[in-house]
């Protein structure tokens, strides 16, 4: 049990993590990107002196679910958590593989771009699903708790759809998405705190 709930803080600090690198990246940034319209994603891009921010980023989150859907594996069963476990893993590899930048003009490993984006896209795949699947099973989840969860999976589905609808404000909606994703993910590992806590 102290074990799980070691594992369960490690996850949270991770996530939290996750989303103040995400805060701080665009300070990191060169005078053109905007966190209005361009990407988390674009600023880890290739060639950036402050694209680490990002990629940090994108590992705490990905180390951050895996430790949480291993503590709530019982919980989610077997498909949900093997799905939000890939998305951890896909978030690493995202981390690993970096898009290219907004400018056309520069140059990039066009492999290494299009890897982040087979990724990025399976990864949101198996987020949504993985979510909705956990909302299904969870028959004793609270309503706030569930609120949230159908918030992740509308969220998931709707945010890809607006950014190429209105480009403009594609940094704004994707950071809007990654926000409930990081909050949900945090939730779940309380969960698993309160349920260890529970169990003693």
């Known amino acids: 049990m102290a074990t799980q709930h070691s594992v ?6 991770f996530l939290l993590s996750s989303a103040v690198l995400f805060l701080l990246a665009p300070l990191a940034m060169p005078s053109d990107y905007s966190w209005i319209s361009n990407s ?10 402050g694209a680490w921010v990002t990629r940090l980023g994108f590992l ?8 949480v859907a291993l503590t709530r594996w019982d919980a989610w ?3 949900a958590g093997l799905l939000l476990f890939g998305f951890g893993f896909l978030m690493l590899t995202v981390a690993a593989f970096s898009t290219r930048q907004w400018n056309a003009d520069s140059s990039f ?17 198996f987020y949504g699903v993985g979510v909705l699947l956990v909302i299904l099973f969870e028959k004793q989840a609270s309503r706030a708790v569930k609120m949230l969860g159908w918030a992740a999976v509308v969220t998931s589905i709707a945010m890809p759809i607006l950014v ?7 940094g704004v909606f994707q950071r809007i998405m990654f926000a409930i ?16 806590h529970a169990d003693r």
């Open 8 to 13: 369960s803080i490690a996850g949270i600090i």
């Open 60 to 67: 705490t989150f990905g180390l951050g679910v895996i430790l």
């Open 181 to 196: 994703a990081i909050a949900w993910f945090v939730v779940q590992g309380r969960i698993s705190q309160t349920k260890i």
């Open 109 to 125: 490993n066009e492999l290494e771009s299009n890897l982040h984006s087979v990724s990025a896209s399976v990864m949101g795949f």
């Open 77 to 79: 069963r077997t498909s």
């Open 40 to 49: 988390i994603s674009e600023s880890g891009a290739q060639g950036l002196s």
């Open 164 to 170: 190429g609808v209105i480009p403009e404000f594609g």
